[in-house]
């Protein structure tokens, strides 16, 4: 065994760096000031220190971008002009220590910064996206404020055609099916007969299935294209996911999925696959369009309509029983509001005594739930999906005799006052101008940019993040650039992906920084880094099961409360410090271990047993180019390491790997396979794969 | 009552170290045993127990599964619930009784039983619970009725005058979820953690060659279950999971080691090694204890079913584990019945049925009946009142508790009357709780073998309801 040496990378991530005392430089006002040193370089951190003991640390605020602010979730008094800045503090009577600590400067290469960039824009970088990233081979200034080259890819990518998942669905499924460009719910065409039957489909009471003659036909297994009635939905996804070149909007539509949650349990027709996936298409149609809409298409969706319960909602005066309340809860405390008053920069308003104050209470849960009366399904037509006699794909309408006409008053003190006309038209007025209320209600935007920062990005974002989001939700615009309507998407998810919090090299030294990425995206990013190739009959990828393998799937979240809460704080150091890490509650010994041996038997089994349908393979990674430099372990291990760690392997990881790999024998083709496949799984035992900072 | 103690968050904190070791958060389950084996002076309690939490999340309507059988009682319960005929299109929640609707109820859905100590003797269980009427009429079972969860004991009038501490964001789903767990609803958020944690971390050198932890989830991770220093082990029904290749392969193994073996800056990193180096280990322990056990008994396949098969067999693994007291955890979804009340129900009762009979018979063939309790949680009640065919978020509710040690036979605290306008119903039917989850919880933790001086750690709003110290008991359902 030889022995590991460490190296030194050029990109600075030593141990080593400079201390030095802050000054306490004045005592007035019952404060303390302290003067913060001027920063000298952008993607330099330096952190100011507290410690009560001199011998544990925390840090309180910092400064990567030439300018001090607080580390969350520290709420100090900064203050002063760029040249010099001033932290203050309110003596407490506890003696306290101040020091600053300056850290080396760090650097990625391009490739590297590009490869960590598409680790939060998409579901996983491939060679052929990070080899036609503008400005790729540019010398100098590639990964600078304000990262210009990374706005230009994200304005390239709204302009790639979008893979709806209802189309890729109506396609392939019953040949009956044709073009209704008129209908109320795009994307409704017609069976593509050159790719046929591929997916099940349903006309009333019977189900059709795709015919394994085709998979005899194809020389793969007869039962190679049963998926199980219900999986058609997931398969259509796992296709946007893996093959969409549309890959930001696959990855933003995932992330609006999380807030506005539709899941299978529960589901009076869980087989059926168009109402899901045409639900999904809201998400994938709107990427780059708009909240109010979204929100708007959501509320009227038949299926949102059964899954919170407010489909056939009736107002008292129908027959004595009260309107159902679910929805005006959620559409509220999940997908706009939220439970708490919020400032832009999403801190909590308190109130006289330092409490928080709600946005809403059980009373006006009680007055909106009217305001949801009335909603029905539209009768069950042809050229759709459907079981029974219902469908659950155009959106419902408003039957004005079981509607709640009354007055209504808002969270604001203002009145939705009755109208006249007892109309249908009057009733969508009166849920067109709710809907305005929440979207415009001034929680909203902080409320959406942390949980849209939480699935990109970071898990705890500091108020100038939140409060940069915020506004370019709240005024539509980036830079100057977007529509200028409140709820711009496009602006928004710029101000996510491009804030300097985001994108600087500089925060991997802030302990806090970064988050642990989400089971399913980590599965995928293995799948397209490495090539996968689909040996299915149709060209599936039917990964199956992941729900019971790492507590998450597409379709599957257990409850209108997504796979894990904004707020979760697993036991230890993370809660100690009072930070979030909502993917830390469904990783558990169970899950955690489930999720590297699912990568492992995608390596050696490809999606098979735990993590597909069959115990054969029905999807390969493709590592031809990786054995063609397996020779080479160190060639092999940094061109891993680019792909999946995005340059974050540290150089003692770095070394086992290298050592590890290079004992193994590659005279042989054979041998170098072994090599790569070794590689691949050690590299899932690194936490650096797990956590992006 | 005494002496009743208001307990501030501040003071709560400071006493909640049961165990002495400070703020230190020690995380690994594997070690925090060690580590706090040394420092507590406890006697060494008899014998073995076990408490499982069934948690019934979403919200049961659990005034539809005790219900009043005296004849006004019952109709107050159909005047609110409302009546339901036999039409496809009916409207209403009530359950059926040809007794006391005779020529007109078509079907009888309730199981009779009868309790002392309530207004009224006779009551029903819901018909698809046959097991429960079974052993209740044993004597090992009981009801808790109307409990739920409270800051300091509140009548309708101060609930109106908001004139006393009430828990935050009531008829939430998420808020109240958590303070089933953590017992501080006056809190919002899941960071006083959770009692059975605190149990844990009480009474943890019980023990203290244990192999995994005393808390032990089959539902993933929990508030309940989360202590100062410890921390629930987490499994599956088909047993605990292994990493691949790391008993076989010395490569993976000597770098898997190598990788957790390090210091990492990143916060997120330094967890994730950690849980995993934990995992690992606990896994290689966890299924040489539990692969030599063979239960006697068939569970149902059905989702309560797997993880109460899975408990039994930890309970039945407790000598090769070392383990002499356990809490599990067990989370059953799908009670949020805004739509429809009585097929959901139907359907989930059958399932809980045939899950606790087999585990019941289990514990039976082995001689521990006596040493296991299984009692459910959930979110809340629901409100009496109807908006078609199902119901909306409430309050108090009803709960059951299964042991062969419980003095059963019997309805504790006080069942409500049913009716609008009633002096519990806050609105709809919204019954404002006369137990609180406290005196409930209590209850159990006193059986388990907590000290009573430990209570008010445990339950730190306890003695705002009763006073721990004399009455460890408050309901006089386990002591």
Same mark, same amino acid.
């Given at each position: 065994?030889?022995?590991?040496?460490?190296?030194?990378?050029?990109?600075?991530?030593?141990?080593?760096?400079?201390?030095?005392?802050?000054?306490?430089?004045?005592?007035?006002?019952?404060?303390?000031?302290?003067?913060?040193?001027?920063?000298?370089?952008?993607?330099?951190?330096?952190?100011?220190?507290?410690?009560?003991?001199?011998?544990?640390?925390?840090?309180?605020?910092?400064?990567?971008?030439?300018?001090?602010?607080?580390?969350?979730?520290?709420?100090?008094?900064?203050?002063?002009?760029?040249?010099?800045?001033?932290?203050?503090?309110?003596?407490?009577?506890?003696?306290?220590?101040?020091?600053?600590?300056?850290?080396?400067?760090?650097?990625?290469?391009?490739?590297?910064?590009?490869?960590?960039?598409?680790?939060?824009?998409?579901?996983?970088?491939?060679?052929?996206?990070?080899?036609?990233?503008?400005?790729?081979?540019?010398?100098?200034?590639?990964?600078?404020?304000?990262?210009?080259?990374?706005?230009?890819?994200?304005?390239?990518?709204?302009?790639?055609?979008?893979?709806?998942?209802?189309?890729?669905?109506?396609?392939?499924?019953?040949?009956?099916?044709?073009?209704?460009?008129?209908?109320?719910?795009?994307?409704?065409?017609?069976?593509?007969?050159?790719?046929?039957?591929?997916?099940?489909?349903?006309?009333?009471?019977?189900?059709?299935?795709?015919?394994?003659?085709?998979?005899?036909?194809?020389?793969?297994?007869?039962?190679?294209?049963?998926?199980?009635?219900?999986?058609?939905?997931?398969?259509?996804?796992?296709?946007?996911?893996?093959?969409?070149?549309?890959?930001?909007?696959?990855?933003?539509?995932?992330?609006?999925?999380?807030?506005?949650?539709?899941?299978?349990?529960?589901?009076?027709?869980?087989?059926?696959?168009?109402?899901?996936?045409?639900?999904?298409?809201?998400?994938?149609?709107?990427?780059?369009?708009?909240?109010?809409?979204?929100?708007?298409?959501?509320?009227?969706?038949?299926?949102?309509?059964?899954?919170?319960?407010?489909?056939?909602?009736?107002?008292?005066?129908?027959?004595?029983?009260?309107?159902?309340?679910?929805?005006?809860?959620?559409?509220?405390?999940?997908?706009?509001?939220?439970?708490?008053?919020?400032?832009?920069?999403?801190?909590?308003?308190?109130?006289?005594?330092?409490?928080?104050?709600?946005?809403?209470?059980?009373?006006?849960?009680?007055?909106?739930?009217?305001?949801?009366?009335?909603?029905?399904?539209?009768?069950?037509?042809?050229?759709?999906?459907?079981?029974?006699?219902?469908?659950?794909?155009?959106?419902?309408?408003?039957?004005?005799?079981?509607?709640?006409?009354?007055?209504?008053?808002?969270?604001?003190?203002?009145?939705?006052?009755?109208?006249?006309?007892?109309?249908?038209?009057?009733?969508?007025?009166?849920?067109?101008?709710?809907?305005?209320?929440?979207?415009?209600?001034?929680?909203?935007?902080?409320?959406?940019?942390?949980?849209?920062?939480?699935?990109?990005?970071?898990?705890?974002?500091?108020?100038?993040?939140?409060?940069?989001?915020?506004?370019?939700?709240?005024?539509?615009?980036?830079?100057?650039?977007?529509?200028?309507?409140?709820?711009?998407?496009?602006?928004?998810?710029?101000?996510?992906?491009?804030?300097?919090?985001?994108?600087?090299?500089?925060?991997?030294?802030?302990?806090?920084?970064?988050?642990?990425?989400?089971?399913?995206?980590?599965?995928?990013?293995?799948?397209?880094?490495?090539?996968?190739?689909?040996?299915?009959?149709?060209?599936?990828?039917?990964?199956?099961?992941?729900?019971?393998?790492?507590?998450?799937?597409?379709?599957?979240?257990?409850?209108?409360?997504?796979?894990?809460?904004?707020?979760?704080?697993?036991?230890?150091?993370?809660?100690?410090?009072?930070?979030?890490?909502?993917?830390?509650?469904?990783?558990?010994?169970?899950?955690?271990?489930?999720?590297?041996?699912?990568?492992?038997?995608?390596?050696?089994?490809?999606?098979?047993?735990?993590?597909?349908?069959?115990?054969?393979?029905?999807?390969?990674?493709?590592?031809?180019?990786?054995?063609?430099?397996?020779?080479?372990?160190?060639?092999?291990?940094?061109?891993?390491?680019?792909?999946?760690?995005?340059?974050?392997?540290?150089?003692?990881?770095?070394?086992?790997?290298?050592?590890?790999?290079?004992?193994?024998?590659?005279?042989?083709?054979?041998?170098?396979?072994?090599?790569?496949?070794?590689?691949?799984?050690?590299?899932?035992?690194?936490?650096?794969?797990?956590?992006?900072? | 009552?005494?002496?009743?103690?208001?307990?501030?968050?501040?003071?709560?904190?400071?006493?909640?170290?049961?165990?002495?070791?400070?703020?230190?958060?020690?995380?690994?389950?594997?070690?925090?045993?060690?580590?706090?084996?040394?420092?507590?002076?406890?006697?060494?309690?008899?014998?073995?127990?076990?408490?499982?939490?069934?948690?019934?999340?979403?919200?049961?309507?659990?005034?539809?599964?005790?219900?009043?059988?005296?004849?006004?009682?019952?109709?107050?319960?159909?005047?609110?619930?409302?009546?339901?005929?036999?039409?496809?299109?009916?409207?209403?929640?009530?359950?059926?009784?040809?007794?006391?609707?005779?020529?007109?109820?078509?079907?009888?859905?309730?199981?009779?039983?009868?309790?002392?100590?309530?207004?009224?003797?006779?009551?029903?269980?819901?018909?698809?619970?046959?097991?429960?009427?079974?052993?209740?009429?044993?004597?090992?079972?009981?009801?808790?009725?109307?409990?739920?969860?409270?800051?300091?004991?509140?009548?309708?009038?101060?609930?109106?005058?908001?004139?006393?501490?009430?828990?935050?964001?009531?008829?939430?789903?998420?808020?109240?979820?958590?303070?089933?767990?953590?017992?501080?609803?006056?809190?919002?958020?899941?960071?006083?953690?959770?009692?059975?944690?605190?149990?844990?971390?009480?009474?943890?050198?019980?023990?203290?060659?244990?192999?995994?932890?005393?808390?032990?989830?089959?539902?993933?991770?929990?508030?309940?279950?989360?202590?100062? %220093?410890?921390?629930?082990?987490?499994?599956?029904?088909?047993?605990?999971?292994?990493?691949?290749?790391?008993?076989?392969?010395?490569?993976?193994?000597?770098?898997?080691?190598?990788?957790?073996?390090?210091?990492?800056?990143?916060?997120?990193?330094?967890?994730?090694?950690?849980?995993?180096?934990?995992?690992?280990?606990?896994?290689?322990?966890?299924?040489?204890?539990?692969?030599?056990?063979?239960?006697?008994?068939?569970?149902?396949?059905?989702?309560?079913?797997?993880?109460?098969?899975?408990?039994?067999?930890?309970?039945?693994?407790?000598?090769?584990?070392?383990?002499?007291?356990?809490?599990?955890?067990?989370?059953?979804?799908?009670?949020?019945?805004?739509?429809?009340?009585?097929?959901?129900?139907?359907?989930?009762?059958?399932?809980?049925?045939?899950?606790?009979?087999?585990?019941?018979?289990?514990?039976? %063939?082995?001689?521990?009946?006596?040493?296991?309790?299984?009692?459910?949680?959930?979110?809340?009640?629901?409100?009496?009142?109807?908006?078609?065919?199902?119901?909306?978020?409430?309050?108090?509710?009803?709960?059951?508790?299964?042991?062969?040690?419980?003095?059963?036979?019997?309805?504790?605290?006080?069942?409500?009357?049913?009716?609008?306008?009633?002096?519990?119903?806050?609105?709809?039917?919204?019954?404002?709780?006369?137990?609180?989850?406290?005196?409930?919880?209590?209850?159990?933790? %006193?059986?388990?073998?907590?000290?009573?001086?430990?209570?008010?750690?445990?339950?730190?709003?306890?003695?705002?309801?009763?006073?721990?110290?004399?009455?460890?008991?408050?309901?006089?359902?386990?002591?």
């Amino acid at each position: 065994m030889r022995v590991a040496f460490s190296i030194l990378l050029s990109i600075g991530l030593s141990i080593t760096h400079a201390q030095a005392d802050a000054e306490v430089t004045s005592v007035s006002g019952g404060k303390v000031h302290v003067e913060l040193p001027a920063s000298t370089s952008s993607d330099q951190l330096q952190q100011l220190e507290w410690s009560t003991n001199l011998v544990a640390w925390e840090p309180v605020a910092r400064d990567y971008r030439q300018e001090w602010e607080n580390t969350y979730p520290h709420q100090v008094d900064i203050s002063g002009d760029s040249q010099t800045q001033v932290f203050s503090r309110t003596i407490d009577g506890q003696t306290r220590y101040f020091r600053v600590v300056k850290h080396p400067e760090t650097t990625l290469t391009n490739r590297q910064a590009v490869s960590r960039f598409l680790q939060q824009a998409t579901f996983g970088p491939t060679t052929g996206l990070i080899e036609s990233f503008p400005g790729i081979d540019v010398a100098e200034g590639f990964n600078k404020a304000p990262y210009t080259y990374f706005e230009q890819w994200i304005d390239q990518q709204a302009e790639v055609p979008l893979f709806s998942l209802r189309k890729f669905f109506r396609e392939r499924s019953n040949p009956a099916f044709v073009d209704n460009p008129t209908s109320r719910v795009p994307y409704e065409v017609g069976h593509n007969p050159e790719l046929g039957h591929q997916l099940v489909y349903n006309v009333g009471s019977i189900k059709y299935a795709p015919d394994p003659a085709d998979a005899l036909a194809a020389g793969r297994p007869e039962n190679d294209v049963d998926f199980g009635y219900q999986r058609g939905k997931q398969i259509v996804w796992y296709q946007a996911a893996v093959t969409g070149e549309d890959v930001l909007r696959q990855r933003v539509a995932w992330a609006l999925s999380q807030i506005f949650v539709l899941g299978e349990e529960g589901s009076n027709q869980p087989t059926v696959t168009e109402r899901f996936v045409s639900y999904y298409d809201i998400f994938v149609r709107n990427a780059f369009g708009n909240y109010r809409d979204i929100l708007e298409e959501v509320t009227y969706n038949p299926s949102m309509g059964y899954y919170l319960t407010y489909v056939d909602n009736k107002a008292f005066h129908v027959q004595g029983t009260y309107p159902d309340e679910n929805y005006a809860r959620e559409i509220m405390q999940l997908f706009t509001i939220g439970l708490w008053m919020l400032n832009p920069d999403g801190s909590l308003i308190l109130d006289d005594n330092g409490e928080p104050i709600p946005t809403y209470d059980n009373d006006d849960i009680v007055e909106f739930a009217k305001i949801f009366t009335g909603m029905r399904k539209r009768a069950k037509r042809t050229n759709l999906d459907y079981a029974a006699s219902s469908n659950y794909i155009d959106p419902m309408y408003i039957q004005a005799s079981w509607h709640d006409f009354s007055e209504k008053v808002l969270l604001d003190g203002d009145v939705i006052p009755e109208p006249q006309e007892k109309n249908q038209s009057n009733a969508k007025a009166e849920v067109d101008k709710f809907l305005d209320h929440l979207v415009d209600h001034p929680n909203t935007a902080p409320f959406v940019a942390r949980i849209l920062i939480q699935r990109l990005t970071v898990s705890n974002p500091s108020p100038v993040y939140i409060q940069a989001v915020s506004e370019a939700f709240s005024t539509g615009l980036y830079n100057g650039k977007g529509t200028g309507a409140r709820g711009d998407m496009t602006a928004t998810i710029k101000a996510v992906l491009l804030h300097p919090e985001a994108r600087t090299p500089a925060l991997a030294y802030d302990d806090s920084h970064g988050k642990l990425r989400e089971p399913i995206i980590r599965l995928l990013h293995y799948a397209r880094a490495m090539n996968i190739t689909s040996p299915h009959t149709y060209g599936f990828f039917p990964f199956d099961q992941l729900d019971e393998v790492f507590a998450q799937s597409p379709f599957e979240s257990p409850t209108v409360f997504n796979f894990y809460q904004t707020e979760y704080q697993p036991l230890g150091e993370i809660l100690d410090r009072g930070i979030y890490a909502p993917e830390f509650q469904i990783n558990t010994d169970v899950t955690s271990l489930g999720l590297l041996n699912g990568i492992w038997t995608l390596i050696y089994q490809g999606i098979a047993n735990s993590i597909g349908r069959r115990g054969y393979s029905q999807g390969d990674l493709n590592i031809d180019y990786e054995i063609s430099i397996a020779a080479d372990a160190e060639a092999l291990i940094d061109h891993l390491d680019l792909m999946l760690t995005a340059g974050r392997l540290s150089p003692e990881n770095r070394a086992t790997l290298i050592s590890v790999i290079g004992d193994m024998p590659s005279d042989t083709w054979w041998w170098r396979k072994q090599r790569v496949q070794r590689a691949l799984y050690l590299f899932a035992l690194a936490p650096e794969f797990h956590v992006i900072y | 009552m005494s002496n009743p103690r208001k307990i501030s968050r501040r003071q709560f904190i400071r006493e909640a170290n049961c165990a002495a070791v400070g703020t230190a958060s020690l995380f690994s389950s594997l070690f925090s045993l060690r580590l706090t084996a040394g420092v507590v002076s406890g006697s060494q309690l008899p014998g073995y127990k076990a408490m499982v939490c069934l948690f019934l999340s979403g919200g049961n309507d659990s005034f539809n599964m005790l219900v009043p059988r005296n004849p006004d009682a019952y109709s107050d319960y159909l005047g609110v619930r409302g009546f339901r005929d036999s039409s496809d299109n009916y409207v209403g929640l009530a359950l059926q009784d040809t007794l006391l609707n005779p020529g007109v109820a078509d079907a009888d859905e309730l199981l009779p039983i009868s309790s002392e100590g309530q207004p009224f003797a006779d009551f029903g269980i819901h018909h698809k619970l046959p097991i429960l009427q079974q052993l209740y009429n044993q004597g090992n079972a009981a009801f808790v009725s109307n409990v739920g969860t409270l800051v300091e004991p509140t009548t309708l009038a101060q609930y109106k005058n908001e004139s006393t501490q009430l828990p935050k964001g009531l008829f939430s789903h998420r808020d109240e979820q958590v303070h089933w767990q953590t017992l501080v609803p006056q809190v919002r958020g899941a960071g006083p953690k959770g009692w059975a944690g605190r149990i844990a971390d009480c009474m943890a050198q019980v023990n203290q060659t244990g192999a995994i932890s005393m808390n032990v989830s089959l539902s993933g991770t929990n508030v309940l279950q989360a202590g100062q %220093s410890t921390v629930p082990y987490i499994t599956a029904p088909n047993g605990a999971v292994q990493l691949k290749d790391y008993g076989t392969d010395p490569t993976t193994q000597f770098a898997a080691d190598s990788f957790l073996g390090q210091h990492y800056r990143n916060l997120y990193e330094r967890s994730l090694a950690q849980g995993n180096r934990k995992s690992i280990d606990t896994a290689i322990a966890f299924a040489d204890a539990t692969n030599t056990v063979t239960l006697n008994n068939s569970f149902p396949n059905t989702n309560s079913g797997k993880r109460l098969k899975a408990i039994a067999k930890i309970i039945a693994a407790r000598g090769n584990l070392s383990m002499e007291r356990q809490i599990f955890f067990l989370r059953r979804g799908g009670w949020d019945h805004h739509k429809e009340v009585i097929t959901a129900q139907d359907a989930l009762f059958t399932e809980l049925n045939d899950s606790i009979t087999a585990f019941w018979n289990e514990m039976v %063939s082995r001689g521990m009946e006596n040493d296991v309790v299984l009692f459910t949680a959930s979110d809340f009640g629901r409100t009496l009142t109807t908006n078609g065919r199902g119901s909306d978020h409430a309050w108090g509710g009803n709960h059951f508790v299964i042991g062969g040690g419980i003095n059963g036979g019997r309805i504790y605290g006080q069942y409500p009357l049913l009716a609008q306008g009633g002096p519990q119903d806050v609105g709809r039917g919204r019954l404002l709780p006369t137990t609180s989850v406290d005196a409930y919880g209590a209850e159990l933790a %006193s059986w388990f073998g907590a000290p009573s001086e430990e209570l008010t750690t445990i339950f730190p709003n306890a003695g705002n309801f009763f006073d721990p110290i004399t009455t460890p008991f408050p309901l006089g359902m386990l002591g």
